[in-house]
């Protein structure tokens, strides 16, 4: 049984910062696509970044590119997302998901499994 765990959210004030962790578990994830995605309460889930374990594949969107980076870690089977200088525009329930075939994709539906998410609270 795929499980994807996220972990790292909290309450934070505007510039700090979060490390978001993706733990994967339940089958081989070689070959696919991991994605970070995220969702604001009345809003569509939007992408954030999507990162291939051997780091093909690594995006992270233009909104946050200067603020956000993304990594994984084979032998943990972990997934990283590192959020500095974080704004309260940042605040959102984060997803991790995962993409089984390896083909780049921004689209939340595209992806196959995700985890329950993790609450970012950026105060003002």
């Known amino acids: 049984q795929v499980q994807l765990v996220e972990s790292g959210g909290g309450l934070v004030q505007a510039g700090g910062s979060l490390r978001l962790s993706c733990a994967a578990s339940?089958?081989?994830?070689?070959?696919?696509?991991m994605g970070w995605f995220r969702q604001a309460p009345g809003k569509e889930r939007d992408f954030v970044a999507h990162?291939?374990?051997?780091?093909?594949?690594?995006r992270v969107a233009d909104s946050v590119k200067d603020r956000f980076s993304i990594s994984a870690d084979n032998a943990k089977n972990t997934v990283i997302l590192q959020m500095n200088s974080l704004k309260p525009e940042d605040t959102a329930v984060y997803y991790c998901?995962?993409?089984?075939?390896?083909?780049?994709?921004?689209?939340?539906?595209?992806?196959?499994?995700w985890g329950q998410g993790t609450q970012v609270t950026v105060s003002s």
């Open positions: 998901q995962a993409k089984a075939r390896f083909s780049v994709s921004a689209i939340a539906r595209s992806y196959d499994y």
């Open positions: 339940g089958r081989t994830f070689r070959g696919y696509l």
């Open positions: 990162i291939g374990w051997s780091g093909l594949g690594t």
